[in-house]
């Protein structure tokens, strides 16, 4: 992308065992985040993988591709934007059916997506519905979510409506997480 800005962001996972780099370029047309993450699931399994986001100017995710570093399993799904979305092959993913953003469990970087695109002031919230990706085995389901903003450009509570999950998040000026307790923490 041209004519825009670039944001360099890297995190650590709570245990101090995983990494992200990300690159994010925004431009006029959209944006575009690229990382690599080196991560462990649950059940210890440690991978590395790539991903690459692409929004359209208004933060509304258009595609989603993920690679698995030294492995076969990836995945590239499409956004229209109003909530439709397909494989790369075509094939409709009606699970999906209403979701804007995306959500993959091993970044931070996903809960911008949302902060950014509803843009909400002090004390509103949103439910939303995303399509939560994980990693290593790529599964992808919808995940009902809720974003609430505690202090504009600073502070926001994401709650998973599916369970009892809860954190406050606290951001930076571009949206993106500085500390997300118990999971990640910024170190540049």
Do not use: K
């Not at 995983?18 to 994010?24: D, I, K, N, Q």
């Not at 440690?46 to 030294?70: H, K, M, N, P, Q």
């Not at 809960?111 to 695109?117: A, D, G, H, M, S």
């Amino acid at each position: 992308m041209s004519n825009g800005r670039t944001v360099v962001a890297r995190w650590r996972d709570w245990a101090g065992t995983g990494l992200e780099h990300l690159v994010v370029q925004e431009a006029p047309q959209g944006i575009v985040a690229e990382a690599s993450v080196i991560a462990a699931s649950d059940l210890g399994e440690r991978f590395a993988l790539t991903y690459r986001i692409s929004c359209d100017a208004a933060w509304r995710v258009r595609t989603l591709e993920v690679r698995l570093i030294g492995s076969a399993r990836s995945l590239h799904i499409a956004g229209d934007g109003a909530g439709t979305w397909t494989m790369a092959t075509g094939t409709p993913l009606g699970l999906l059916q209403g979701a804007i953003d995306v959500d993959l469990a091993v970044t931070p970087f996903t809960n911008t997506l949302p902060i950014r695109r509803l843009g909400l002031r002090a004390g509103e919230s949103a439910d939303i519905l995303a399509a939560y990706v994980s990693p290593p085995d790529m599964s992808v389901t919808a995940s009902r979510q809720r974003y609430t903003c505690l202090e504009p450009g600073r502070l926001y509570r994401y709650e998973s409506l599916d369970g009892d999950f809860a954190r406050d998040i606290e951001v930076d000026r571009d949206g993106l997480v500085v500390d997300y307790p118990d999971l990640f923490r910024r170190i540049a």
